[in-house]
């Protein structure tokens, strides 16, 4: 787990994240109708002079929520494992999922919280239940929301995303599928890795006693996950429907923050609407193969929002709300993890110092 958040891994992650977020928000600016890059720099500078800024405060306070709503989510599931976590240390585990989701491909942040987690005292496969439980609470809200809008097909969604929108579902499917595996069947998981195992052994002995040590290793985390699930699903019902309405909650928080972004432009866009589309593109960009969606999320978002906005409004939207739900929390979720390895560093020399003097 130290390698994936490692110093080399985290720089090359920011890097990648940062120029795949230029060349969308590039793109979101020469497809808003602008003529010239003057006059589309003019534009912008004019739209930022006259927005009204005390509508952000209210978009801050929407961040908040998010992060609340999720972090509360996160805690409900791992204090059945440890009863003694603290919910500070879920906060500091989402922000830190959130941060390395934005800096890893297809957003896999589920290392960051299980970074956290596991150096405050959880089990890993205590932790990893946690993760898998509230994921499915994502998939389910995401999956029940973009079936239900591209059933209605309203008025405000372009054309072109329809075929994106099928394919989305169809990756979203696949990943549901094995999600509900590992929750419910994680005896075929395993039947997976032994199969592995046996056919390493025979043909790639070489790596054989590597794929051989993964495959026990991975058979103890999926029996203890398995007692675990058992006990969230049978004991549990009620936490598993909070977790629900928890998603829905930093969903909706997130469209509110959305919804006054628009006001602070002084434009008019129906609540509706506006959920529709964030629904949709939250759905759309979940498993976009670049760091945390960049790039992708920026695209996306102008292509859904041109029936909305005027061009003008588009970068702005764009920049503000990928700048309240992502930007920040990279930042803050960096802060955490930089200050949690610098603490691990700090005790594994501590650790050094101690043996050296128990040998002397």
């Known amino acids: 787990m130290q390698s994936h958040l490692s110093r080399e891994n985290i720089i090359r992650g920011v890097i990648l994240f940062t120029l795949f977020t230029l060349v969308g928000l590039l793109f979101s600016f020469f497809w808003s109708d602008t003529q010239d890059l003057k006059s589309g720099a003019e ?9 009204k800024y005390e509508y952000l405060l209210i978009v801050c306070v929407c961040m908040f929520v998010d992060w609340i709503c999720a972090g509360v989510r996160f805690h409900i599931f791992v204090r059945v494992v440890t009863p003694t976590i603290r919910l500070r240390d879920s906060f500091r585990a989402v922000l830190a999922t959130f941060c390395v989701s934005a800096i890893t491909p297809f957003q896999t942040g589920g290392v960051g919280h299980l970074y956290i987690y596991t150096r405050s005292g959880v089990p890993l496969s205590g932790a990893l239940t946690a993760g898998i439980i509230a994921f499915l609470s994502t998939l389910t809200v995401l999956i029940l929301s973009a079936a239900g809008i591209l059933l209605i097909n309203p008025d405000s969604l372009p054309d072109e995303t329809t075929l994106v929108s099928f394919f989305s579902f169809f990756i979203f499917s696949l990943v549901f599928i094995t999600f509900l595996l590992l929750l419910f069947k994680p005896d075929i998981v395993l039947g997976f890795f032994h199969w592995l195992n046996n056919v390493t052994q025979r043909r790639f002995k070489p790596i054989s006693s590597f794929i051989e040590r993964a ?3 991975i058979e103890q985390l999926i029996i203890e996950h398995k007692t675990f699930a058992r006990t969230l699903l049978r004991e549990h019902k009620f936490t598993c429907f909070l977790s629900i309405l928890l998603t829905c909650g930093f969903f909706v928080a997130r469209i509110i923050g959305s919804y006054f972004i628009v006001k602070a432009f002084n434009e008019h866009v129906t609540f509706w609407d506006l959920g529709v589309v964030l629904m949709l593109l939250n759905f759309i960009v979940l498993f976009a193969p670049t760091p945390g969606a960049s790039g ?4 996306m978002t102008t292509l859904l929002m041109k029936s909305l ?3 003008m409004f588009l970068t702005p939207f764009v920049l503000l709300t990928r700048f309240f739900t992502v930007y920040i929390t990279v930042v803050v979720g960096g802060i955490v993890i930089g200050l949690q390895l610098a603490k691990d560093y700090k005790n594994r020399k501590n650790d050094l110092a101690k043996d050296a003097m128990s040998q002397v």
């Open 43 to 51: 534009g912008l500078k004019q739209v930022f002079l006259d927005m």
């Open 215 to 217: 495959t026990l290793k």
């Open 296 to 299: 992708v999320a920026e695209t």
């Open 309 to 311: 906005l005027s061009g």
